[in-house]
């Protein structure tokens, strides 16, 4: 009895701490890319955020319990916050590919292919890049970096502190510029493919008046397109996936 009352605060101490580390793995877990999505059913995302929770818990330093119900919701609410932060930031690199396909399809006139199938309306080729993007990041170890993340965002966003909305507004806004620039990168080749395809075709136009270069020029344009996906997709998703990684590793870096 002696023994067990003494490892009864222990056990307490553990219990709240797993809590509150519990609370920021979950925020983070539900925005995280493949297993945060909305087609993965909510008790496989329990089951996850409570899997990281158990890996992350015992590399991060203990907190104090507690001692009034103030206490309690501070943590609460600081935890859930740092979550939602990192894991919209995460979510980011999502749009930033989503964005990027959306961009490629309206260059190549292949925007309304299957545009309105799946939970978010995109081209196909924004499911493309999307499933290989995802299939990518967890093939190269996403569960391990995102743990790594986790532990080390209490470095940056100490448990029970509010970050500082200036710093973390201006950090959110690079965080959104970031996303843009990468998808109009990504989306480069085929904006320049639309480009030397409207600049022929004018051209076309100009020489022989007479001909309906609308109907010729569709085809090309639908083939150069696909053809163009087939080539670079490889080299967008590595592009993609090394975005990320740098993000990952760490997250208050200097965006480039």
Known sequence: MIGLAQLLPLLSESLWHGFAVFLRVAAITSMLPAFGEQTVPARI??????????????????????????DTTLIILTEIAAGLALGIGIRLFILALQTAGTIAANATSLSQVFGGAGVDPMPAMGYVLIIGGLALAVMTGLHVKAAELIILSYDFMPMGQFTAGSVLSEWGVAQVARAFTLAFTLAAPFIILSVLYNAALGAINKAMPQ??????????????????????????????????????????????
């Open 211 to 256: 001909l309906m270069v609308a109907f010729v020029g569709a085809p090309v344009i639908t083939a150069g397109g696909l053809f163009l996906l087939l080539v670079s997709s490889p080299l967008i998703l590595s592009v993609w996936v090394q975005a990320m990684d740098r993000f990952l590793a760490n997250p208050f870096a200097a965006v480039p």
């Open 45 to 70: 995302k329990l089951v996850l955020a409570l899997a990281f929770t158990l890996i992350v818990t015992p590399a991060v330093a203990a907190i104090p319990i507690p001692v009034n119900f103030g």
